[in-house]
């Protein structure tokens, strides 16, 4: 059975720090990772992807997946209020064409 | 681009009453739709996949009589439950994919069976 596992928090971060946030994941074959955010009572929005080992960057997140050991992590700087929201980390085979399986998400907390 | 719409955005009906919700790529055209639900504190959990035109294909433990799915055309799906009872009570998103991209979901609906 595919699962994604993540820390459910509260991950409590004070204001300009970096936030981090992990999730593993049992399917080997697994080929398409993601980050959503999600505010209480919405959906969800998508904050980046990665297919490939190591890093992406976009702006103040930083994406990292290492395949081997079925990690992927989501880095987040010079954090805001803004950014307090469930993250959800979701995994697929196969990019756009395939449906997610999600993690039950991390609970960030910013603090002014 | 890559806008999603669902409607109606809040549903209330009775039990036993069937309940039709529009999911709509209003920008695009959607090779897959999807449909997810979340129940409070929980994560989103898929329900089925649908390509336009052909069956949808559903998780193991959804219900297919239950949860009808119709992919009319490449900008539009429609999830109907059948016969609700208080227990299918949650939040359903759609998500549209246009290939190899990633998904984008639209707002949700929630769903109340009194």
């Known amino acids: 059975q595919k699962e994604v596992e993540q820390n459910s928090g509260p991950l409590s971060v004070p204001e300009g720090a970096i936030a981090s946030l992990n999730c593993t994941y049992s399917d080997r074959g697994s080929q398409s990772f993601f980050w959503y955010r999600q505010y209480s009572g919405k959906s969800p929005e998508l904050i980046m992807f990665?297919?490939?080992?190591g890093d992406k960057e976009d702006g103040r997140f930083t994406a990292q997946l290492n395949k081997a050991s079925q990690y992927v992590s989501l880095l987040i700087r010079d954090s805001q209020p803004s950014d307090s929201a469930t993250y959800l980390c979701a995994v697929n085979k196969g990019g756009g064409a395939d449906g997610l399986t999600f993690g039950k998400g991390t609970h960030l907390i910013i603090q002014p | 681009g890559a806008v999603v719409s669902q409607h109606p955005s809040w549903v209330i009906c009775k039990s036993g009453t069937s309940v039709k919700i529009e999911c709509r790529s209003l920008d695009f055209q959607a090779t897959t739709m999807f449909w997810y639900r979340q129940f409070p504190k929980q994560s989103l959990m898929l329900m089925a996949t649908?390509?336009?035109?052909?069956?949808?294909?559903?998780e193991q433990g959804v219900e297919k009589d239950k949860f009808l799915i119709n992919h009319a055309s490449l900008t539009l799906s429609t999830l109907t439950v059948t016969s609700a009872h208080p227990e299918d009570s949650s939040f359903y998103i759609c998500?549209?994919?246009?290939?190899?991209?990633?998904?984008?979901f639209g707002p949700g609906t929630r769903l109340l069976v009194l």
């Open positions: 649908s390509n336009e035109g052909s069956k949808a294909t559903y």
């Open positions: 998500s549209a994919s246009r290939g190899r991209e990633t998904q984008y």
């Open positions: 990665i297919y490939s080992n």
